[in-house]
């Protein structure tokens, strides 16, 4: 009889089965099943485990058993004793409130023009950053739990008076006692309330019909609006820039309301074209009609089709309101014409005035813009290739076009679903193959994983789901499977997709209902110190290892965090040793842990926590 074992086939079965084998027992020799956390100071550290825990019991983080690594990677890493390490300073108590893209500082040296100097201008140099660590201010409390939050705040966490005497009339905010703000719900435009002035809008705007999700809030002071609009399910992005109204975003973050700091000025807003279904200005003191019609061209630019646009204030309402504004007649009556013509030659239609707001609608498709503006002479249509392609880029005094149509009654782009069924539903941009590599069944697939690791973070993180955790950032937010799975708890996501990522996915997001904004990480983004209570970096460092030190992007995480917030972190095992390594320096506490993928996957996660 022949001898098996010099058939080829035979010899590489039993090859691959000895190999199996050898590496099984290897695992259950280096990898006890029933190990447990070792009591501190006692015995060594295990390998690749952060600065020693040290969390209260209002941390909120469940402590999972120390990773062990020798299994399935077959390394060693030797850990840093802790007294070697060269730990990050902590910045001067002037810093507290500290915005490396927005420091008033710079302002003097900028162009007053069209308020440039109020646009993002962030350090270039490395020698330029600011390398510690910003302090939280003397007296910082944990905020109030939403919904709690919507009406009180901390003065201390946020001690600014400006505005509670600046606005008292209006009702922005007020000081009551020593140590609490407390908002009313008023504003420049709605003094006695803003759910009165939300009740006009929705006898002419379809508000409770599902069909509006998206908003856009240009010069939202502390967010009033915004705040009521989640009543019926809307979810808005408020905007204001950093100006005399004293950090009227960092209220509205404090309150637990999605919002940036920005301004209508030189460069296009950092969304996506077709991106809210409504956009609202109450006495936001744009000037529309100027340079051209430019900044409303803009608002059009971001309008979805058939999106609504709602505005109170000069020059609505001149003729009773004339007075109280102490402005001319006469200077207003022609200002609202011309905004009425401006509105004309956009193809917008205005659908109501009543008391103190208007409302136009933008068309769903250009057939019938494209003819009426051959017999204009201006505006034209904007000839650039890619109106999404944003990031730092000067406004046009142009149209942004709509995509083609077949018919007039067809919705440019693709209609979408009412909430909330488009949350889960696939896109037009994905449906039409606007993105190359993303299919529908490819969207389906990451909606099931991102569930399944959403679950995994339950284990690890239960102040995910415990109602402590409000506002979160998801750096690198791809077709937001992350922020979906995370819909059904009363927390809100802000979907950061890097402007130079290789597939441009913001547009999508925008399509299912969720908001979001362009970024680069090597640069800092537009918000206060302590805005997020939970910051989820998936392949970020991996992203950004080869364009700029992540000491930077570390930094800036740690400058946004909210004291007793949390970070995770998914990347290759390289990278998180790299990181881990920076984050030690921060005196940050963590742990690392395996991902949902399982021991013998190289992508891990690292758990942050910061207690200080």
Known sequence: MANPLKKPLAKLLLAAILVSLSYLLGSNTNYPNNYSIPERGRGSPPLLQCLQLNLSSSSHVRISPPLHFEPSHRLHFPQEPQQNLQFFKRCPQNFTNYMPCHDPSLENNLSEKRFFYRERHCPKADEERVKCLVP????????????????????????????????????????????LLVFP????????GVNGYVDLIKRVVPLKS??????????????????????????TMSFAPLDVHEAQVMFALERGLPAMVGLLSTYQLPYPSRSFDMAHCSRCLVPWTSYDGLYLMEIDRVLRPGGYWVLSGPPISWKTS????????????????????????????????????????????????????????????????????????KMEPCITPLPMVNEIKDVAGGALEKWPKRLNTAPPRIRSGFIEGITVKSFNEDNQLWKKRVSHYRIILESLFSGKFRNIMDMNAGLGGFAAALAKYPVWVMNAVPFDAKQNTLGILYERGLIGTYIDWCEAFSTYPRTY??????????????????????????????PEGAIIIRDHVDIIVKVKGIIDRMRLNCQLLHSDGGRFH???????HNSL
């Open 210 to 235: 599902g069909k509006i999700r998206t908003a856009l809030d240009v010069g939202c002071g502390v967010a009033s609006f915004g705040a009521a609009l989640m009543d019926y399910n809307i979810l």
């Open 533 to 562: 209570d939970l910051i989820h970096a998936d392949g970020v460092f991996s992203m950004y290892m080869d364009k700029c030190d992540i000491v930077n992007i570390l930094l800036e995480m740690h400058r946004i965090l909210r």
């Open 602 to 608: 190289p992508e891990k996660t690292l758990l942050v």
């Open 322 to 393: 004339y007075r109280g504004w102490e402005r001319d007649a006469k200077d207003l009556q022609n200002e609202q014409i011309s905004l009425e013509n401006l509105a004309t030659r956009l193809c917008w239609k205005k659908i109501a005035e009543r008391g103190p707001i208007a409302v136009w609608r933008k068309p769903t498709n250009h057939l019938h813009c494209i003819q009426k503006l051959k017999a204009l002479k201006s505006p034209t249509f904007c000839v650039k290739s890619d109106p999404d392609a944003v990031w730092y880029t």
């Open 185 to 192: 719900g008023g504003g420049t435009s709605f003094p006695k």
């Open 136 to 179: 939280k201010p003397a007296g910082y409390q944990r905020p109030f739990p939403w919904p709690k939050s919507k009406e009180l705040a901390w003065f201390k966490n946020v001690p600014f008076k400006k505005l509670t005497v600046f606005k008292k009339s209006q009702n922005w905010v007020r000081l009551q006692g020593d140590d």
